[in-house]
């Protein structure tokens, strides 16, 4: 098997298991709670690998889930008791808990191969190499892990769509539908922390977030429909994967990495061109807009008038200089308000321009 | 003791020991501001921000020198704060969102370049990667000087803009309808923190810094409710839990000195959260059971009262009317002896002068009003 189609296939179950709960996330304002458990999974997968003695892909799991499931009850709690809030919460809770790893880390394994490095930033150019034998074929693990996490997470979606809606978008009505939000809350943190720790091995504890949170961000500037959004941040977060790994084996550098950085990039050409709220966007159309609301009030300025106004009258009366005059003259042609005579400017009907 | 007098006279632990200290201290101050704008992830994103700025600056002048790398990171990090107003402004994403957004995309370009680097395209790039783990124990003395001069440029901004960053801080409406510049003096308090992340690169590295610069203030929140003894005491804790980690760290081989500052500086928000009084959640979890111990009390001498005027305050009465077990009514009984609401009567028991006096005045407290 092409060690490049194992690469891509697994940067592709990546994308999309994380892109189905990031949505959530980002539209239930946790994003930064992924940032926080992707950090804590290390004092996990430090205790799995002391108590499996080895790098043993399922106790590093379930170890790495539960000190994610630890993390967000912790944040919670802390939020709860109305001492701190919510973000500053996150901020004592992973950075205590990665610390915890660290000193483990360095007290106990000492001699140990257990890379800092690959805990944070993967290298998914070593999937072609952990394969499995299933029914008699060879598979990489990372597309049992990734394939199994991503059904699991689109099964979790598409089974609990209409209560992940409604809780994510009005938790009072579904707690009073008795739709329990609390235990969904729960199972969606607990899918994050699985699909963090079956990613780290791939694209590392830390760029997991991205892409967790950047495919469905760059979506939320493009749309207003939650199914869109979850359709745009799957496909971004696809699109991102595949560019950043052409463009990271062209420039021989990190694959995760340029990955994460591909999706920020499309999240930037969003904030700039998205057609509903991208800047460039925005500041264009409220160009235009002036510009039309001016050319309005040039036509019926001139409706008030009996004889045609010469152009140096109107820059006097409005303090315009001669260039803006010209373009809100253009705009008004263009749109047949306005007729120009040698005398000066005339509105072609009285009553247009004017509504 | 004798880390003491080390720390003073060793030269690599009297650079960690300071260095740690004044990390401790710039970023309680500016997390205290940042944790009341509930900007508190800030310091987070910068300092993963800062990644792609470190190899950048590596890669364009090939010098391995901390203030220059730092300069790099510095600009990046303030380029990913500024993008991160930038899009809070112009679009409808909410700040988490947006901060997860940087964090992630600049901390991605970061390892691109950082593995760029590595993979021998540019130079020797040993020695970048400890930016993200922090490495105390090789600040040298200059590097000291400048925290020093960084410490002293922030300290004395804040001095300088106090009244107007509490104002943004609390009422950013009023401060603008006094025609502050609300909006760059934000920016001026987020640059700020990118000054600390420099600081704090070095020391604790990315992933840590965000506890430098909330726990403090999270910590000295619980102390005070007053903004000025807040922002002291936060740079005061920081500081200490720098020196305490450092001191640790140093106490055993193999002890990494990041980590030990944090868990430090965590150790001292959780005390501080149970034990601070006034919000401490201890006093508070002490009064909710005296209250709700004084009115199982009461309740039971309304109980008693209620039995007593139909002259049948016997342990019998009692737990059938309260639908209780005898033995448990007999210690219910105890309980007003011992407060002395109730004694000992002809038949049973009977209300005490000042049982009855305390049953009148609940029952007229508990009557509603008309």
């Given amino acids: 098997m092409s060690p490049d189609l194992v690469i891509l296939l697994t940067a592709v179950l990546v994308s999309t298991a994380s892109a189905l709960l990031g949505s959530f996330l980002v539209l239930r304002r946790m994003a930064l709670v992924s940032d926080a458990i992707s950090h804590a999974v290390l004092p996990g997968i430090v205790l799995a690998y002391w108590l499996s003695g080895g790098k043993a892909t399922l106790p590093a799991l379930l170890g790495a889930a539960g000190s994610g499931l630890l993390t967000v009850s912790l944040v919670e709690w802390l939020t709860r008791t109305g001492r701190v809030k919510n973000d500053a919460a996150i901020g004592i809770v992973f950075p205590a808990l990665f610390s915890l790893g660290v000193l483990w880390v360095s007290l106990s394994f000492r001699n140990i191969h257990l890379d800092l490095d690959a805990v944070l930033y993967g290298e998914i150019a070593y999937a072609p190499f952990n394969t499995l034998e299933l029914w008699g074929l060879t598979l990489p693990e990372s597309w049992l892990v990734m394939g199994g996490l991503a059904l699991l997470n689109l099964l979790f979606v598409l089974l609990f769509y209409k209560e992940l809606k409604l809780s994510t978008f009005d938790p009072s009505l579904a707690a009073a539908l008795g739709f329990s ?12 922390s699985l699909t963090t720790v079956g990613a780290f091995q791939s694209v590392g504890a830390i760029l997991i977030v991205a892409f967790l949170i950047i495919p469905p961000a760059t979506a939320y500037l493009l749309t207003r429909r939650l199914p869109a959004l979850l359709g745009l941040a799957v496909g971004i977060g696809i699109l991102s994967s595949l560019l950043g790994y052409l463009l990271a084996v062209w420039l021989d550098t990190s694959i995760a990495g340029m990955m994460a950085a591909v999706a920020g990039g499309c999240f930037a050409l969003a904030f700039l061109f998205s057609p509903t709220q991208g800047y460039l966007t925005t500041r264009l159309r409220h160009r235009q807009q002036r510009l039309e609301v001016t050319a309005r009030l040039l036509v019926a300025h001139l409706a008030h008038h009996k004889t045609p106004v010469p152009e140096s009258e ?3 009366e409005f303090g315009w200089d001669a260039r803006f005059l ?6 008004a042609l263009e749109e047949g308000w306005l007729e120009t005579r040698a005398e000066g400017l005339v509105p072609r009907n009285k009553d247009l321009g004017i509504r | 003791m004798e880390l003491l007098s080390q720390a003073v006279l060793d030269y690599t632990l009297r650079n960690v020991v300071l260095g740690s200290a004044l990390l401790g201290l710039i970023g309680g101050v500016l997390g205290a501001f940042a944790l009341l704008r509930q ?5 987070d994103v910068l300092a993963h921000a800062a990644l792609p700025g470190i190899c950048l600056a590596f890669l364009l002048t090939g010098s391995k020198t901390p203030s220059v790398l730092l300069l790099g990171g510095g600009l990046a990090g303030w380029a990913a704060a500024l993008w991160v107003l930038a899009v809070l402004r112009h679009t409808r994403l909410p ?24 993979h021998g395209n540019q130079g020797n790039p040993a020695g970048l990667d400890r ?8 600040l040298l003395g200059s590097d000291v000087v400048g925290f020093a001069l960084l410490g002293g440029v922030t300290l004395a901004l804040v001095g300088l803009f106090y009244k107007e960053f509490k104002l943004i801080t609390f009422d950013p409406a009023y401060a603008t309808s006094l025609g502050l510049p609300t909006r760059e003096l934000g920016i001026l308090l987020t640059s700020l923190i990118v000054l600390a992340v420099m600081v704090g690169l070095q020391t604790v590295g990315v992933v840590l810094m965000a506890a430098m610069l909330v726990a403090p203030a999270a910590a000295a929140r619980q102390w005070t409710n007053r903004l000025g003894r807040m922002v002291w005491l936060s740079g005061l804790l920081g500081a200490s839990a720098g020196v305490a980690g450092a001191l640790l760290s140093a106490s055993r081989e193999n002890l990494p000195t990041g980590p030990l500052i944090v868990l430090s500086i965590t150790a001292v928000v959780f005390f501080s959260l149970f034990f601070a009084p006034l919000r401490g959640l201890f006093w508070q979890g002490l009064r909710t059971r005296q209250n709700r111990r004084r009115t199982a009390l009461e309740r039971l001498l309304l109980d008693a009262h209620l039995l007593a005027n139909h002259g049948r305050l016997t342990p019998q009465e009692l737990a059938l009317h309260r639908g209780e077990s005898l033995p448990k009514a007999w210690r219910h009984l105890n309980h007003l002896r011992v407060q002395g ?14 049982g009855l006096r305390k049953a009148l005045a609940l029952e007229e407290a508990l009557r509603p009003r008309s």
């Fill in chain 1, 181 to 192: 939000p609390g235990l969904l809350h729960y199972a969606l943190m607990a899918l994050v």
């Fill in chain 2, 95 to 118: 700040q988490d969102a947006a901060l997860g957004v940087a964090l992630s995309g600049f901390f991605g370009l970061g390892v691109t370049l950082l593995t760029f680097i590595q």
């Fill in chain 1, 326 to 331: 010209q373009r809100v003259k253009q705009k």
């Fill in chain 2, 341 to 354: 609401w109730v004694e000992p009567g002809k038949e049973g028991f009977r209300l005490t002068e000042l």
């Fill in chain 2, 39 to 43: 900007q508190s992830l800030f310091g």
């Fill in chain 2, 131 to 138: 930016f993200i783990f922090g490495q105390a124990a090789g």
């Fill in chain 1, 314 to 316: 109107i820059q006097e």
